[in-house]
């Protein structure tokens, strides 16, 4: 089982960046499909992007977040990341990272990891 960690989270202020990152443990992620969620207190979790393992073809869920945040993965080191600039205050929330089906509008599968902290201050 691909067991997903996430890291890079921390406290920034308002139009700051942060860079996050999701490595497996045990695993090769080279050819899984890879998405980023977050989940705010209160709310639903929900997609941010999402990134084939197959041609590294990406999907973002608006445009609001297309135009800030960008997914990426780099094999040679395992990892997939998630660029984050201009962040605003409703940003603030645990993102994760997890393996989808790229071609099923990126449906999450599998266990969910702990989780990175982004809190964004005005």
């Known amino acids: 089982q691909v067991q997903l960690v996430e890291s890079g989270g921390g406290l920034v202020q308002r139009d700051e960046s942060l860079r996050l990152s999701c490595t497996a443990s045990?695993?090769?992620?080279?050819?899984?499909?890879i998405g980023w969620f977050r989940q705010a207190p209160g709310h639903k979790r929900e997609g941010i992007a999402c990134?084939?393992?197959?041609?590294?073809?990406?999907?973002y869920a608006d445009s609001s977040v297309k135009s800030r945040f960008t997914i990426s993965r780099e094999n040679g080191k395992n990892t997939v990341y998630l660029q984050m600039s201009s962040l605003r205050p409703e940003d603030t929330a645990t993102y994760y990272c997890?393996?989808?089906?790229?071609?099923?509008?990126?449906?999450?599968?599998?266990?969910w990891g702990q989780g990175t902290q982004v809190t964004v201050s005005s």
């Open positions: 990134i084939s393992g197959n041609d590294g073809k990406t999907r």
């Open positions: 045990g695993a090769t992620l080279d050819h899984y499909d």
């Open positions: 997890a393996l989808v089906e790229y071609d099923l509008t990126c449906r999450p599968y599998g266990s």
